[in-house]
């Protein structure tokens, strides 16, 4: 059975190198993903077989507890403008509370300009049937995805270059 895939895409305004630098770095997430920080944030970018743990939840940047999404990176193939080669980062989510795969696609669109393509084929731990399970967290994801590719958006704008 394949997973249910959720897809969100955005142009922004940044060469491809430039916005494939901040999806494939765990690193810059937390400023563009709403409640969401890297712990322990990592000195040195992440590679392939590296594990990271994103914790997500209101309160997480004071302190409080949140939901840990443990992730393993799994590719890393960096896009070129000239070739007109996509670039992806993915990675496979190991629990405790999501399962699944995700990533970004990052395609160069001209010079100045890349469409970035976030996907998500995740669900929750638990014994609910997969198929409703990964249809309704997808339909949260969704919402989340949409809120931080404007927001990246946005930081592109300002400040990615």
Do not use: C
Not at 22 to 44: C, G, K, M, S, Y
Not at 49 to 73: H, L, N, Y
Not at 76 to 101: F, I
């Amino acid at each position: 059975m394949s997973a249910h895939r959720v897809e969100v895409a955005r142009i922004v305004p940044v060469p491809a190198s430039v916005a494939f630098a901040w999806v494939a770095d765990p690193r810059t997430h937390p400023r563009f993903i709403p409640l969401t920080h890297l712990r322990p944030e990592p000195t040195a970018p992440l590679g392939v077989g590296d594990e990271f743990t994103m914790v997500s939840g209101p309160g997480v940047g004071r302190g409080r507890p949140g939901f840990p999404d443990r992730m393993v990176v799994t590719a890393e193939e960096p896009p070129s403008s000239r070739a007109g080669t996509v670039g992806r980062s993915a990675v496979q989510k190991k629990g405790p509370y999501l399962y699944g795969d995700a990533g970004f696609d990052v395609v160069p669109v001209d010079a100045d300009r890349t469409r970035i393509v976030w996907w998500e084929e995740a669900r929750l731990a638990g014994p609910w049937p997969r198929r409703a399970n990964e249809v309704l967290v997808g339909l949260f994801l969704r919402g989340m995805m949409h809120v931080s590719l404007y927001r990246l958006a946005r930081e592109l704008s300002r400040h990615g270059r």
